[in-house]
């Protein structure tokens, strides 16, 4: 029996992997970490050695409040400056007050420092700087958030990051990054628990607005747990599965909110696919794969493997796999009743 088992599955995969791969993209059409209409320019830009458009963009996100955009695009920005300085060196040189540059050096200092194998002392070293980007900019979040990191990785004690938290969220009450740093400062690996790190992304996403980002806060959770392994890291219990599932139902419904092929809700929808297959969730994770499009993200699938599209194309794979396998194997047609007799 488990050898016939064995070969209808196979079967199956043969005759129903095709047909579930309509609404994926060809692997060589997925790009990793794709910028989204407005930032791609701009790194074009900087990466010949032009840093107008990075201000320019930056200063737009800064006038209009849009603190969401502010905090991805000075993240990318100072990715790209990690290893190509020298337009943002440029940018300081010409404008060493300028809110927008100060906040990408400060988030590129911070970078530098936690690589540092003296992570803590290098932190210390460049408050000064976080606290110049946020004196720049009195009502940006952004630089609370960086500060929230890098509270983190000093050591700062609850009251200290709760203080830190009240800076942020008086400036922005559903900011996601802030919330994200939040989290990660609750988190088993750090300061927190499971069950903490549970309890405030639970209620982070009930207090969200709709459509939030904040709403996928739970299946972070989740993933900070299942990357755990057996969840028993730090002071906490075993986090039940169907909260596992609850948060991973949670983000599912936020996802169905935006378009397919949207890049603003891609990290989400990328994570919510690793939770899910994790969960052996395939159907939902095929779903949410197809909803990816292009747009496959570094995260999480960079804690699995160096090769960050590679696995993410291999899950990918293995999920139409998975749901194939499950399908019958041949159509039953429906039988019908004329004169008397079954056709």
């Given at each position: 029996?488990?050898?016939?088992?064995?070969?209808?599955?196979?079967?199956?995969m043969i005759r129903h992997t095709s047909d579930?791969?309509?609404?994926?993209?060809?692997?060589?059409?997925?790009?990793?970490?794709?910028?989204?209409?407005?930032?791609?320019?701009?790194?074009?830009?900087?990466?010949?050695?032009?840093?107008?458009?990075?201000?320019?963009?930056?200063?737009?996100?800064?006038?209009?409040?849009?603190?969401?955009?502010?905090?991805?695009?000075?993240?990318?920005?100072?990715?790209?400056?990690?290893?190509?300085?020298?337009?943002?060196?440029?940018?300081?040189?010409?404008?060493?007050?300028?809110?927008?540059?100060?906040?990408?050096?400060?988030?590129?200092?911070?970078?530098?420092?936690?690589?540092?194998?003296?992570?803590?002392?290098?932190?210390?070293?460049?408050?000064?700087?976080?606290?110049?980007?946020?004196?720049a900019a009195p009502r940006d979040p952004v630089?609370?958030?960086?500060?929230?990191?890098?509270?983190?990785?000093?050591?700062?004690?609850?009251?200290?990051?709760?203080?830190?938290?009240?800076?942020?969220?008086?400036?922005?009450?559903?900011?996601?990054?802030?919330?994200?740093?939040?989290?990660?400062?609750?988190?088993?690996?750090?300061?927190?628990?499971?069950?903490?790190?549970?309890?405030?992304?639970?209620?982070?996403?009930?207090?969200?607005?709709?459509?939030?980002?904040?709403?996928?806060?739970?299946?972070?959770?989740?993933?900070?747990?299942?990357?755990?392994?057996?969840?028993?890291?730090?002071?906490?219990?075993?986090?039940?599965?169907?909260?596992?599932?609850?948060?991973?139902?949670?983000?599912?419904?936020?996802?169905?909110?935006?378009?397919?092929?949207?890049?603003?809700?891609?990290?989400?929808?990328?994570?919510?696919?690793?939770?899910?297959?994790?969960?052996?969730?395939?159907?939902?994770?095929?779903?949410?794969?197809?909803?990816?499009?292009?747009?496959?993200?570094?995260?999480?699938?960079?804690?699995?493997?160096?090769?960050?599209?590679?696995?993410?194309?291999?899950?990918?794979?293995?999920?139409?796999?998975?749901?194939?396998?499950?399908?019958?194997?041949?159509?039953?047609?429906?039988?019908?009743?004329?004169?008397?007799?079954?056709?």
């Amino acid at each position: 029996m488990p050898f016939l088992r064995a070969l209808i599955s196979a079967a199956r995969m043969i005759r129903h992997t095709s047909d579930l791969g309509a609404g994926l993209l060809d692997d060589d059409e997925v790009l990793l970490d794709v910028p989204d209409e407005r930032l791609g320019p701009t790194l074009v830009a900087a990466a010949l050695g032009d840093h107008g458009p990075a201000a320019k963009l930056l200063a737009a996100t800064r006038e209009g409040a849009e603190w969401e955009n502010r905090d991805r695009y000075a993240t990318r920005l100072a990715t790209f400056a990690h290893s190509r300085e020298d337009w943002l060196s440029d940018w300081l040189a010409a404008s060493p007050h300028d809110p927008d540059a100060l906040l990408v050096k400060a988030e590129l200092s911070v970078r530098r420092a936690w690589e540092s194998p003296a992570r803590a002392e290098r932190l210390r070293d460049v408050g000064p700087l976080i606290e110049a980007a946020a004196d720049a900019a009195p009502r940006d979040p952004v630089p609370w958030r960086i500060a929230l990191d890098h509270a983190r990785g000093t050591y700062a004690t609850h009251s200290a990051f709760e203080e830190l938290w009240g800076e942020a969220v008086g400036r922005s009450s559903h900011h996601y990054g802030c919330h994200v740093s939040a989290l990660q400062y609750l988190s088993a690996q750090w300061y927190g628990s499971h069950r903490e790190c549970f309890d405030f992304a639970e209620q982070a996403a009930e207090d969200a607005l709709p459509g939030s980002l904040v709403q996928a806060l739970p299946v972070r959770a989740a993933f900070a747990h299942l990357l755990s392994g057996d969840g028993t890291a730090g002071p906490t219990t075993v986090i039940p599965g169907e909260r596992v599932d609850a948060a991973a139902d949670l983000a599912i419904a936020l996802s169905a909110e935006y378009a397919a092929g949207d890049p603003w809700p891609a990290e989400v929808r990328n994570l919510l696919a690793y939770v899910l297959v994790t969960r052996g969730r395939w159907a939902d994770a095929l779903e949410q794969f197809r909803l990816i499009g292009t747009y496959a993200t570094s995260f999480p699938w960079a804690f699995l493997s160096d090769d960050v599209l590679g696995e993410f194309l291999e899950l990918r794979d293995a999920a139409r796999i998975q749901v194939a396998s499950t399908m019958p194997l041949r159509r039953t047609a429906r039988r019908v009743r004329s004169d008397g007799h079954y056709a």
